[in-house]
């Protein structure tokens, strides 16, 4: 343990009952436009978690996308809640199965960056320093989608959204930072464009007890100005420019790479996306200079880390 304390609940060493076997869950007929991600990494996260998932969704684009009430396309137990309330409601529903005697059951808060990285950061903050036994998701598409397109905490510097027309003043809060100084006992960041690593820090979020967090990359074509074709490519060039690395943190202290491909320059990201259409030579130079420096500052992280576990 990083920090010499013992967090609760701790981590089982068997298997817990609830990991599935690649079945599908999500059903036809979900709401998503055309080329959302949303879908592709709701898809792959229940072939992993499996029919005994309770997901606690509030106010975001996958409240629509899971269909019109009575109907869900989600095939799981769908629990819809207020914006602010993603992580508290995911950690009543663990609390209310737990009293009846039923802890084989994963609970998911499952929200976008406007509920996550702005409305429900405080409770979901709330649940991290308790250690909430849930597993939060925040598929970040960058702007609050479903309301017209509008700026979150999430939404990077310089792109374009209907109340940013000159491009967002301010960088994209550092999520990943805050929660990883939550000390929680797992947090990562992943992208559709990268299905292996992908799989792989999904199972292991579903397989850790206490509170875990993986921040995904989810591409939106109408929010970012983008063909609906370019999803995966984008998903994919987020990471290769090192605008969204991806890395896995243990405990606040362990930090580590997982994917590390050739870098390119963020003009290639940044050309496909009307978002940042409107952005001259100087301004794409400005970004790939911040990229650069963050892309080292967390370089830094990665080797002290690597050292202390020597
Ligand atoms: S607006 Fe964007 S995030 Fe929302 S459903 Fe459409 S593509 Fe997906």
């Not at 374009?160 to 990883?180: P, V």
């Not at 943190?249 to 994917?259: M, P």
């Amino acid at each position: 343990m990083a920090d010499g304390l013992i967090r609760r609940p701790g981590r089982p060493a068997a298997e817990p009952r609830w990991i599935a076997r690649g079945e599908d869950q999500v059903q036809p007929g979900h709401l998503a436009c055309p080329g959302c991600a949303a879908p592709i990494l709701m898809r792959t996260f229940l072939q992993i978690a499996g029919p005994r998932t309770v997901l606690c969704i509030p106010a975001c684009c996958y409240a629509v996308i899971d269909g019109p009430f009575p109907y869900s396309s989600s095939g799981v137990n769908v629990v819809h809640c207020a914006f602010a309330t993603a992580a508290v409601t995911a950690a009543g529903v663990k609390a209310g199965l737990r009293a009846r005697g039923i802890d084989d059951v994963l609970v998911v808060a499952w929200a976008g960056d406007g509920g996550t990285f702005d409305i429900g950061l405080q409770s979901m903050s709330a649940c991290a320093e308790r250690n909430e036994d849930i597993l939060y998701v925040c598929y970040d598409n960058e702007a609050y989608m479903n309301t017209g397109i509008q700026r979150s905490g999430a939404t990077p510097a310089l792109a374009w959204t209907s109340n940013t027309a000159a491009g967002k003043q301010g960088r994209k809060k550092d999520l990943d930072g805050i929660m990883a100084a939550h000390r929680i006992p797992y947090f990562a960041t992943v992208s559709p464009g990268f299905h292996e690593d992908l799989v792989a820090k999904m199972t292991r979020a579903v397989r850790t007890r206490g509170f875990r967090m993986l921040h995904a990359l989810s591409p939106c074509p109408p929010g970012w100005k983008m063909e609906e074709r370019h999803t995966l490519t984008a998903a994919r060039l987020a990471v290769e420019t090192g605008l969204f690395p991806l890395y896995e943190v243990e405990d606040g202290a362990a930090w580590r790479e997982t994917v590390r491909p050739p870098r390119r320059p963020v003009a290639e990201y940044l050309r496909l996306q009307g978002r940042f259409g409107q952005l001259p030579p100087e301004k794409v130079a400005e970004i790939q200079r911040v990229v650069d420096d963050d892309a080292a500052l967390l370089a830094q992280r990665f080797r002290a880390s690597a050292e202390r576990a020597r």
